[in-house]
């Protein structure tokens, strides 16, 4: 061996004898620290690693298992743990776009994942066909045993940003490699059309409360209008929540003024959310629609409507989620949502953490294929003129 190779080669040995000694460092200093604040779960993993038949999980499904643990004990239904790639999935659908090739993903009988990209979108301007199996993104394989998620989140990133993909094409299954530019893809939060049993009456359906949602009701409302739509039906049932600030602003798009919302976090004083400015659709005729999964900021919107007289709810009682989580992201890209405030409504007498929203017409569901929360918003219309 020359001189040149032994110097490399002891370089490299003492480069991973100190990596192996900062390993075993740090993990002494992780176990010593809770050695001395948590000694039964120190006694508890040492009987495991020196006892068990299987191995214990590696770095970081201990830890994640840990945290679950410690939130099982905390108590709160409320306050959760959410892995890295859920956690950029719901950014995205709060932020109400993200950047990506525009794709849809769905599988084939052998499970791998296949590209559907949308019309104009990058993805299709690339050249990626429908139903181009995809194996590999930024060099990192994705196969039957990836997650769908999994593969979303690898297709997503800032726009702007290039991502490298390679996929294979039926039926031959050629490989083909594409670099992709991500835009910005919108997700709409929003729905709407008019219904068949009287296309007098619009229909906004709106299934998670974004930063884009109020604009994207707005577009709504503009779009029904021009299909002859008279009155509106705001449809908040199955919606679980989404921002406050978001909520706020749904609400003050029906309101002319007054209060919309009040909150208090621990030790601070109580807070007032109020209507700005008169709304834009302060006019317009309006039920809201709500049932047993309308929850959060969703409630949020239906009971400040409800409290101002603006519109009648229509459907069974909320959920009843009367508390504000703040999200806090960990160094590895997962989230803690930690339950930090209480809100409630100006004017309204019921507590809705205990009991929900109490609807002003209470229907019960129909049958199959029969609506009859959109019926009792046809009949209100229709019959108080």
Do not use: C
């Not at 892995?83 to 499970?111: C, F, H, K, M």
């Amino acid at each position: 061996m020359n001189r040149k190779h032994f110097t490399l080669s002891i370089l490299l040995l003492l480069t991973a004898l100190s990596l192996t000694f900062l390993a075993g460092f740090f993990t002494h200093a992780l176990w010593g620290s809770l050695d001395t604040d948590f000694p039964i779960l120190v006694e508890a993993r040492d009987i495991l690693e020196n006892n068990a038949l299987d191995d214990l999980p590696q770095a970081p499904a201990l830890e994640y298992g840990m945290i679950r643990g410690m939130l099982e004990a905390f108590g709160d239904p409320h306050t959760r743990f959410v892995e890295p790639v859920q956690t950029e999935l719901d950014n995205n659908n709060l932020a109400g776009s993200y950047g990506g090739i525009g794709a849809t993903l769905s599988r084939d009988p052998e499970g791998f994942i296949l590209l559907y990209p949308f019309p104009d979108g990058p993805a299709a301007e690339a050249g990626i066909s429908n139903g181009d199996r995809l194996i590999l993104v930024d060099g990192v394989d994705i196969t039957p045993e990836t997650s769908t998620d999994e593969a979303v989140a690898a297709l997503r990133g800032p726009e702007g940003d290039p991502v490298s993909l390679t996929i294979t094409r039926p039926p031959e299954h050629r490989e083909y490699s594409f670099e992709i530019v991500r835009e910005n893809i919108p997700l709409p939060s929003v729905t709407w059309h008019t219904a068949p049993a009287d296309p007098r009456l619009g229909i906004v359906k709106v299934n998670l409360i974004a930063a884009s949602t109020a604009e994207e009701i707005e577009n709504a409302v503009a779009d029904l209008k021009s299909q002859g739509a008279a009155y509106f039906a705001l449809d908040l049932r199955g919606n679980g929540g989404g921002l406050v600030d978001a909520g706020v602003n749904i609400a003050s798009l029906f309101l002319e003024d007054g209060d919309i919302l009040r909150e208090q976090y621990r030790d601070k004083p109580v807070h007032t959310y109020e209507v700005e400015k008169s709304g834009s659709l302060v006019d317009i005729p309006l039920v809201v629609l709500v049932d047993a999964n309308t929850a959060s900021a969703a409630e949020i919107v239906a009971g400040a409507l409800q409290a101002h007289g603006r519109a009648p709810i229509i459907g069974a009682h909320t959920f009843g989620k009367d508390s504000i989580q703040l999200a806090f992201e960990l160094q590895d890209g997962s989230s803690l949502h930690v339950t930090a405030a209480r809100w409630w409504i100006p004017g309204l007498d019921t507590d809705i953490g205990e009991n929900g929203l109490t609807p002003d017409i209470e229907v019960a569901p129909g049958e199959e294929n029969q609506d009859i929360a959109i019926e009792a918003a046809i009949h209100y219309f229709t019959q108080r003129k």
